[in-house]
Nanobody
Framework: QVQLVESGGGLVQDGGSLRLSCTAS????????VGWFRQAPGKEREFVAA????????LYSNSAKGRFAISRDNVKNTVYLQMNSLKPEDTAVYYC??????????WGPGTQVTVSS
């Protein structure tokens, strides 16, 4: 069973950048779709971005398009989320998740991203 750990969160100013990492252990990401989600205080968890295994598609929420980029390094068994032009409304706990055919059933513990105005 694969286990996920996120890293790279922190405090950044409005307009800044962060790169989040999601590293798998226990087995590789081979065959899995991997997505990034976030949850802000008092709000529901929402989809941010995903990379699919079979076709290699990259999917983004409307709020992430043009600012965030998802990528995967199969050698390092890591999926990245490069976040640019960050805004205070991007403040949330960011989670990565893995699953087959985007049925995400394996989740990491999350990493906090705080964007100050």
């Amino acid at each position: 069973q694969v286990q996920l750990v996120e890293s790279g969160g922190g405090l950044v100013q409005d307009g800044g950048s962060l790169r989040l990492s999601c590293t798998a252990s226990g087995r590789t990401f081979d065959g899995y779709d991997v997505g990034w989600f976030r949850q802000a205080p008092g709000k529901e968890r929402e989809f941010v971005a995903a990379t699919t295994w079979t076709v290699g598609n990259k999917l983004y929420s409307n709020s992430a398009k043009g600012r965030f980029a998802i990528s995967r390094d199969n050698v390092k068994n890591t999926v990245y989320l490069q976040m640019n032009s960050l805004k205070p409304e991007d403040t949330a706990v960011y989670y990565c998740a893995a699953g087959i055919n985007r049925r995400y059933d394996i989740w990491g513990p999350g990493t906090q991203v705080t964007v100050s105005s």
